[in-house]
């Protein structure tokens, strides 16, 4: 079975400083690994993914993701936040099982930027 | 190019009612899924559907069906509605593949009472 956490419920940062939002994941065979993200009252919007190749992949909005095979992570980043960020964003995998293709959500992580 | 819609915006039904939503891909995509998403949740996949079938499923159980028609637009169709059904349902459309990011909707709000 696949699985995806986001351990942080909430994530609370100053405005002009890094940001970090952390997510691992459990999946037989290889990972596609995706990032959105969901403002209020809305449907999600696509950050980023990772397919394979360079571990490090840029995105929407200056955010990038660092896929890290060993620690099984797929954590994103922004190197200097904005007001404008925060959001809620998801994780997700999306995998074939059972020659199927299933999609998995982590459970969000808001992301509030302190003016 | 237009986006993903999705129709109803809101709905109100009553326990052991049957409900469709409908949902149209944006241009040019072939694969359709569909996710509740319970208030303070994140989404979980309900179905996916490719050239009109069905070929991908998560756990719900048969009473939540789907189409999806030729120009891909599809539906959702939940019977026996039950008051744990209220969720925001969306609709995320994409070209086919795994890879592939998907693009949502903003989703149909269903009250069960």
């Known amino acids: 079975a696949q699985s995806v956490a986001q351990p942080e419920d909430q994530v609370n940062v100053a405005e002009g400083n890094p940001l970090t939002v952390k997510c691992t994941y459990s999946?037989?065979?290889?990972?596609?690994l995706f990032w959105y993200v969901q403002y209020p009252n809305r449907g999600l919007q696509f950050l980023l993914k990772y397919i394979t190749g360079d571990n490090l992949v840029k995105g929407s909005y200056g955010f990038e993701a660092e896929f890290n095979k060993s620690q099984t992570s797929f954590h994103l980043k922004k190197p200097s936040a904005l007001v404008s960020d925060s959001a809620l964003y998801f994780c997700?995998?999306?995998?074939?099982?059972?020659?199927?293709?299933?999609?998995?959500f982590g459970t969000g992580t808001k992301l509030q930027v302190i003016p | 190019e237009t986006g993903v819609t999705q129709s109803p915006t809101h709905l109100i039904k009553t326990r052991g009612q049957q409900v469709t939503l409908r949902c149209s891909s944006q241009?040019?995509?072939?694969?359709v899924s569909w996710y509740q998403q319970a208030l303070g949740q994140g989404p979980q996949f309900i179905f996916q559907?490719?050239?009109?079938?069905?070929?991908g499923r998560g756990n719900f159980p048969p009473r939540f069906s789907g189409l999806q028609f030729p120009n891909y637009s599809s539906e959702l169709n939940v019977n026996a509605l039950e008051l744990d059904d209220s969720a925001l349902y969306l609709c995320a459309s994409s070209l086919t593949g795994a890879y592939t990011e998907q693009f949502f909707g903003p989703g149909t709000r269903l009250t069960v009472l």
């Open positions: 999946v037989s065979g290889n990972p596609y």
């Open positions: 241009s040019g995509h072939n694969t």
């Open positions: 559907y490719y050239r009109e079938e069905e070929n």
């Open positions: 997700a995998v999306r995998a074939l099982s059972g020659g199927y293709q299933k999609v998995t």
